[in-house]
């Protein structure tokens, strides 16, 4: 680092208090869905390295120095898990799920220009913002008591507006109760309307990566019919650099190839330049847990949530969770105890999502804080 000094004193000690906050805010994380068991210290020596994977992942660059052959491990093998046809499908490593949820509405307008976007009451905040960038009409749509979308309400709402091509975007998990849309329903509305040119997003930021591992299998993939799907890989899988997988039908992704000299790839993706760190850490992994592995940590998951809403339901807190779901929705506690665990609210209630790294132990710390503060 030639020109570079040392830090000063001063420096040093800012960097330590930073270090301090940051540890003792991750002992105390349970309203956020970020998992917190990754230990990717066997790649550190790759951060010295100026990575970069810009472009098509598909594509070599000029530009060597990248870890594309990686990436299209990690984006083989959840083209498998997400049921997606063979050699039919295209995806790339993004900056977090919303970015793929932007992507999916991407491609949804390039193929349906004239489309109504129907989404429900319980979509993340981020959509909004996404529809009003890509300038898509859109309708909200009403939720049932758990979060799921009212099918009943898309049925007619979408009759209303039937010459319209339709693109829906579902919730495979939302943010406050992780109540997931059932995709095969949504196709039978199609066939009951006669629609036949139609789209069908799946943000599945939050519950995508272990959807596949439980019983009964929620219909939320290619094989239910979507034609993209958008995870986050910070939140289940775990990373200390927010990132994502998106994955389409590789037919919708041509219509907006372009191939660019410069680069000697095509800029099929949203950003230019693109992490290829984040793609190296969910190879690792992919590699050290394998379908098994992430089984095991789906059901480690599944048994701290129905052991943490039975702890709040002993306490009076009106403890409940959708099917499947790490999420667990109880009424507000205390405002410094929601700060101190981090726990997001809306109206009146609030939520702790038991992600990878969350253990029982942490589940009686809240509750013992939250009686605590009773008495
Ligand atoms: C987290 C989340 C998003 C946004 O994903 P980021 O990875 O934070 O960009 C979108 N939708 C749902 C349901 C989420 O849980």
Same mark, same amino acid.
């Given at each position: 680092?030639?020109?570079? &000094? ?20 991750? %002992?105390? =994380?349970?309203?956020?869905? =970020? !998992? ?6 066997? /790649? ?26 990686? $990436? ?7 083209? $498998? /898990?997400?049921?997606? $046809? ?7 490593? +993004? ?11 991407? /491609? ?25 960038? @890509? ?34 975007? !579902? ?65 289940? /899988? ?7 997988? =998106? @994955?389409? &039908?590789? +037919?919708?992704? *041509? ?11 095509? *800029? ?26 992430? &089984? ?26 959708? +099917?499947? %779901? ?10 410094? #105890? ?13 939520? #702790? ?15 013992? *804080? ?6």
């Amino acid at each position: 680092m030639q020109y570079a &000094k040392p830090l000063t004193a001063e420096d040093k000690l800012e960097l330590e208090k930073l270090y301090e906050k940051i540890q003792s805010k991750t %002992a105390t =994380v349970l309203g956020y869905p =970020v !998992a917190m068991d990754f230990d990717y210290s066997e /790649l550190y020596r790759f951060l010295k390295f100026p990575i970069n994977n810009i472009g098509d992942p598909f594509i070599e660059s000029t530009y060597g120095i990248g870890t594309r052959e990686m $990436e299209r491990e990690v984006l083989d093998f959840f083209a $498998e /898990l997400f049921r997606a $046809e063979e050699n039919e499908w295209w995806g790339y490593i +993004t900056n977090g799920g919303s970015e793929g949820n932007m992507y999916g509405l991407y /491609l949804a307008r390039e193929i349906f220009p004239k489309a109504m976007v129907y989404y429900s009451e319980s979509t993340h905040y981020s959509v909004q913002k996404n529809l009003h960038l @890509l300038d898509m009409p859109n309708i909200a749509i009403r939720t049932q008591e758990n979060g799921e979308i009212d099918y009943n309400d898309l049925h007619d709402t979408i009759r209303m507006n039937r010459n319209m091509p339709v693109v829906v975007f !579902a919730n495979i998990g939302t943010t406050m109760t992780e109540a997931r849309d059932d995709v095969k329903k949504i196709r039978d509305i199609f066939k009951d309307l006669a629609i036949h040119h139609c789209y069908i997003h799946a943000d599945a930021a939050l519950s995508g990566a272990y959807s596949p591992f439980v019983d009964p299998r929620p219909a939320f993939d290619f094989a239910d019919g979507v034609d993209s799907i958008a995870v986050s890989g910070h939140k289940f /899988l775990g990373s200390p650099i927010p990132c994502g997988i =998106v @994955l389409a &039908k590789k +037919t919708h992704r *041509d219509r907006i190839a372009n191939s660019v000299a410069y680069i000697g790839t095509a *800029d099929t993706t949203i950003s230019g330049s693109r992490n290829g760190i984040t793609p190296l850490f969910l190879w690792y992994t992919i590699k050290r847990y394998g379908i098994e592995g992430l &089984k095991l940590r789906t059901e480690k998951c599944l048994q701290v949530a129905a052991y943490a809403m039975e702890e709040l339901n002993k306490i009076g807190l009106h403890a409940w969770r959708n +099917t499947n %779901a790490i999420t667990v929705v109880f009424s507000e506690i205390n405002k410094s #105890l929601q700060l101190k665990w981090q726990l997001a609210s809306d109206n009146g209630n609030t939520h #702790l999502i038991c992600m990878p790294g969350i253990s029982k132990e942490r589940i009686d710390l809240l509750i013992k *804080d939250i009686l605590g503060t009773k008495n």
